[in-house]
């Protein structure tokens, strides 16, 4: 048993010892048959990234996401990736380039060190233009059931590792199939979720920051969401504006109390976004409305002031939402949460007809889309028409609104859409489960 153990030791030293000379970053992903679009791309597209790559050290290592073929090969199904991977334009590139800088991260990050709980790590992404969080813009990394490594990124997109721990000279390698989003502005990723279950429907929320009684908007809370560094959103979801929307509707006479009120969900650092990780028991939060909001921790959720935080660490480019299940207001902050409601109680009145009335505001929700225009094969592939335009088409009543596309191509834009809401649906059933499993631990 012994020498056995000795033997081990011997060979881990020897091991450790070997380190110098390690493969470079080159020959690593050589060894991998499924990565030859990839050093293609690296060549070819993106020399500098290359270059980078290959000058990483021991001593100032990274964790580079490769994406494999398969990757490459599907990302006109992804949102923001498919747009930038379908064109060639100079703004096309910038993206492709910026889309391949957030796949490397600070670092070495292997499933040995990487936790059963996601952490929020830094990127080599740090344009503002791109990314507008102090440090780099991060990537959710996590150990699933100690074995299934994920990656989690913009519009809670997962990028699962097919081959993990390559170890090359400036740090390691994971092969990755799907390429990873970089977060996007607040109000895409906001409707971007709301083609999703209900729980994490926010064009409500989104709305209300966009609402102005007279067409000048008087709060500019929609810019500065959409344009200021290191934010933290707790943002309502539908439902918990629908069940006070009386309340809201009386207050939006005074938009400075509107403005109040939503100011209070949103809070503003120096230092980086707080990502739940940063989020412990009893941290006060000072919101942008000059008032505190109180974090628990208790039953193994997280909670502000008395709202449950239903789905955290939602990355947007300038910072990160939390999706919350009730208004907060900066004029009832004494309530302890409860854990044992399944929903928070509203802190404003509610209304009697709640089951019937519609969610407030969504008609102000600007109309931004992520998604790729169509390509004719899915017109020819998939264009049975579904009669789901006319949900479509409902959204175009903005008064922000930007044209939302051809008209000749609407049906099949509904497939491609439909079938990414599917796929958003299920990662956020994933990653709500993924949450609650991270909560407990
Ligand atoms: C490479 O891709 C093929 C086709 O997708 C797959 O069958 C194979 O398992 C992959 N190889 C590795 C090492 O991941
Ligand atoms: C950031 O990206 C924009 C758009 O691609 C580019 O014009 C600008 O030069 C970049 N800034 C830096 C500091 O690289
Ligand atoms: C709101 O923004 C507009 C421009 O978008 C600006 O003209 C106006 O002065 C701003 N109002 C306030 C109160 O900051
Ligand atoms: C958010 O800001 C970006 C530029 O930083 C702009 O392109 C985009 O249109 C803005 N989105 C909205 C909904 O105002
Ligand atoms: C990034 O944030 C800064 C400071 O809040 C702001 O001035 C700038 O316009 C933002 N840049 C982008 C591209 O959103
Ligand atoms: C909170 O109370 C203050 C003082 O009464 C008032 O000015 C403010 O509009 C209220 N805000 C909300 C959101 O009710
Ligand atoms: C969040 O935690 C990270 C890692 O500990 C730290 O670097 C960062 O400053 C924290 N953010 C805030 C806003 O405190
Ligand atoms: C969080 O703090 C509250 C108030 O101090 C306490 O009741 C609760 O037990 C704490 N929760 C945890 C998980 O420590």
């Given at each position: 048993m012994l020498p056995s153990v000795v033997f081990a030791l011997c060979l881990s030293l020897l091991g450790s010892a070997r380190g110098a000379d390690a493969l470079s970053f080159d020959d690593a992903l050589a060894k991998h048959e499924n990565t030859t679009t990839l050093r293609d791309q690296l060549r070819d597209v993106f020399p500098d990234l290359h270059r980078r790559l290959r000058a990483a050290s021991s001593s100032n290592p990274v964790t580079f996401l490769a994406p494999s073929n398969d990757a490459f090969a599907k990302t006109v199904y992804y949102p923001v990736v498919g747009p930038a991977f379908s064109n060639n334009d100079e703004a096309s590139l910038e993206m492709q380039s910026a889309i391949m800088t957030y796949h490397v991260v600070l670092g070495k990050h292997t499933s040995d060190t990487l936790l059963p709980t996601f952490q929020y790590f830094p990127t080599w992404l740090n344009n503002a233009t791109y990314s507008n969080v102090t440090g780099g813009q991060r990537i959710g990394g996590v150990m699933q059931r100690e074995e299934e490594m994920i990656w989690t990124s913009g519009i809670a997109n997962r990028s699962p590792v097919t081959v993990a721990d390559i170890e090359f000279e400036g740090g390691v390698i994971h092969i990755v199939d799907s390429l990873a989003v970089p977060p996007q502005h607040f109000p895409d990723t906001a409707i971007t979720h709301s083609t999703a279950a209900e729980p994490f429907q926010l064009t409500s929320f989104l709305g209300a920051t966009y609402f102005s009684p007279t067409e000048d908007k008087a709060s500019n809370l929609s810019r500065f969401l959409n344009d200021t560094t290191d934010l933290t959103i707790f943002a309502p979801n539908n439902v918990a504006l629908e069940r006070v929307a009386s309340a809201l509707s009386a207050m939006s006479k005074t938009p400075s109390t509107l403005a109040d009120l939503l100011e209070f969900h949103i809070v503003r650092s120096s230092n980086g976004p707080y990502y739940s990780t940063n989020l412990t028991n009893t941290t006060t939060l000072t919101t942008i409305n000059g008032k505190q909001i109180t974090v628990t921790l208790n039953s193994n959720s997280l909670f502000a002031d008395s709202a449950r935080?239903?789905?955290p660490d939602l990355l947007i480019l300038n910072g990160v939402m939390h999706v919350i299940d009730a208004v907060l207001s900066p004029n009832v902050t004494d309530v302890d949460p409860n854990p044992k409601l399944a929903t928070a109680s509203p802190l404003l009145s509610t209304n009697a007809d709640f089951s019937t009335s519609q969610a407030p505001f969504t008609t102000f929700a600007p109309n931004v889309r992520l998604l790729p225009?169509?390509?004719?094969t899915d017109v020819v592939g998939d264009?049975?028409?579904?009669?789901?335009g006319s949900s479509r088409t409902s959204r175009t009543g903005s008064p922000n609104g930007v044209s939302t596309g051809v008209a000749g191509s609407a049906a099949s834009t509904v497939v491609a859409e439909s079938r990414f809401g599917i796929a958003v649906a299920a990662y956020l059933v994933l990653s709500a489960a993924i949450g609650a499993a991270a909560l407990m631990a």
């Open positions: 935080v239903i789905t225009e169509p390509t004719p264009g049975s028409g579904d009669g789901t």
